[in-house]
């Protein structure tokens, strides 16, 4: 369980954060962008009682894109993680991102998030998944349906940074 009790040392990441903010039009090429992310609330895991390492946590994150066709949207997003020890997989993850004309909901089809250990203590983290997403209205409604491939890691207290891959 110490991994956990030392994690918020190492924010909580984005596991919904990927949303494919891809350009309508430009199916040719594989689209890429970049999201900022910063943790609201606090992150505690909460041991489940039936196994050493074994607990439930929520992250709640807020975001901005950085990088990409729709570079200052603005998005929100929950996820819920079972972890087991240093390792945890997402049980539910979604979020809403917005930029005037635009707005996208999404949910986490999958994910996996694994801590970063240095001399037994947590030094950050890295996550992986895919998102899909599940209403695309504006300038964005060619996306409705689509999924998106990410990979998140820890940068700083509190912060993540996830890249992403339309496809």
């Known amino acids: 369980m110490r991994a ?9 990441f984005a596991l919904t954060t990927a949303v494919a903010f891809a350009a309508p039009g430009a199916a040719a090429q594989e689209l890429h962008g970049h999201d900022v992310c910063r943790q609201v609330g606090a992150f505690t895991p909460e041991p489940l009682g039936d196994r050493q390492g074994h607990a439930l946590s929520i992250t709640q994150d807020s975001c901005q894109t950085t990088e990409g066709p729709t570079a200052g949207a603005i998005m929100s997003n929950s996820s819920v993680l079972e972890w087991d020890g240093a390792k945890a997989k997402s049980l539910s993850a979604y979020g809403v991102a917005r930029k005037p004309g635009a707005t996208l909901a999404f949910q986490g089809v999958d994910g996996a998030v694994e801590v970063i250990m240095n001399d037994g203590k947590p030094t950050g983290w890295t996550a992986s998944g895919h998102t899909l997403i599940t209403l695309a209205t504006g300038s964005w409604a060619p996306l409705n349906g689509k999924t998106v491939e ?7 207290p509190n912060i993540s940074e996830t890249d992403y891959t339309f496809k």
């Open 150 to 156: 990410w990979a998140s890691k820890g940068t700083g």
């Open 4 to 12: 956990i009790t030392y994690l918020p040392l190492c924010a909580p």
